[in-house]
């Protein structure tokens, strides 16, 4: 029995609705004028289509959607992402990204709007989406930074309850693949954009044991470990971003996930997807992995999906 996952990330929704003068606080008018400027240039409906009907018609078993859904963290725009999300036919595991929290808004206002669409329903608790025998584990990294940062954060909170997920979810035999939107490495973006408890983060992920990293926020699709493991850490580039240049062409990874019996092992193949100037999107990458797997309990065989959060 093997899973397919649609990864895709940074999507920054267009919108031709502009904020209200009342919602233009702090950073965001900053990232108003960035957007007027360079990013609307950028990121466009037009290629972020291209890629949700490229994977339609790969059918997937669910969607890992690992932040920046909006581009100024509006209430307008938080229900917007909602009803963009509601239209989707497929399972959904989502978290939010920097741009997601670009200022404090209170949780059920903001990403906390996307619970019943597959989003996380407290910052400070991991959520749980099962895919036949595969655990999507989301883990915010959202935080309010000052002007010109856009760092993250997990917490201590959030960190023990992962390590208790990963720790339970090993348990009962699941394929463990950790969504965040930073990414857990300190070389693939620059300090004021880094994941500023990363250490604490990538000790606990090792300690506990996981399969797979996926991540988003560096807009680049990079295949990496994370440090002192063999654990891959899998980037995307965005949804949305204009295409040209492969480096950076909007895109998502196509994600299959077996269990090979024997010594029984997951075997995982990535297919870095990414759109061309004719605005199809063809594979750019393909890389292989194989990971010790043990064998499932009877309650989690391959083909049970369903959506929990944990508390």
Known sequence: MSAVLAHLSDLHIPTRAEPSLRALVGKRALSLLSWHLRRRHIHTRKALSAVLRDIEAHKPDALAITGDLTNL??????????????????????????????????????????????GMADPETPSLTHVGDIALIGVSSAVPTPPFFASGEVGEVQTVKLAELLTRTGKQGLCRVVMIHHPPRHDLVVRRKALRDIDHFARTVRDAGAELILHGHSHRGTFSTLPGSDIPVIGVTSASHRPGCLQTAAGWNHITIRRVPGPAIWHITIRARRLDTQGTLH?????????PAISAPDEFQPGNTCKVHVT
Do not use: C, K, Q
Request: no cysteine.
């Open 283 to 291: 594979d750019f990458l393909t890389r292989e992995y194989t990971r």
């Open 73 to 118: 963290g509006t209430p307008r725009e938080f229900r917007a992402a909602r009803n963009w999300l509601s239209r989707l036919d497929m399972l959904r595991a989502v978290i939010p990204g920097n741009h997601d929290a670009l200022t404090r808004i209170p949780w059920e206002e903001g990403p906390g709007l996307w619970a019943p669409d597959g």
